[in-house]
């Protein structure tokens, strides 16, 4: 068996590094909703226009739900790595009361 070297604080930290890339993405898919409403009307109102219109709206509904989806995915990261990372964290601090436990026990 191989063994797993695991640091356990860097789980925390990648987590913290994640969560912040999400938050960015986060904000500049917010600016970008802002701005792209900005250009709803934009098309005119002919029949050309309209179709431009509603042709703008569609991709940007697409592209809003692709990238709320994909925040809401790296939420769901974040929380996965901070949760192995209390995960080990608890483990690790478990073995370490049993193997002190048991030097205690042996009177060391």
Do not use: P, W
């Not at 999400?22 to 970008?32: D, I, P």
């Not at 309209?50 to 739900?65: F, M, N």
């Amino acid at each position: 068996m191989e063994s797993l070297d695991l640091d356990i604080d860097a789980l925390g930290r990648g987590a913290d590094e994640l969560e912040q890339a999400k938050e960015s993405v986060r904000q500049v898919f917010e600016g970008f909703q802002a701005k792209a409403g900005g250009y709803a009307a934009a098309f005119g109102g002919d029949d050309i226009g309209s179709l431009l219109g509603i042709a703008h709206q569609s991709c940007v509904d697409a592209l809003a739900e692709c990238l709320g989806t994909n925040i809401t995915e790296l939420e769901s990261y974040v929380d996965r790595l901070r949760g192995m990372a209390e995960s080990y964290r608890a483990v690790e601090d478990d073995a370490a009361a049993s193997f002190r436990t048991i030097l205690g026990s042996l009177g060391g």
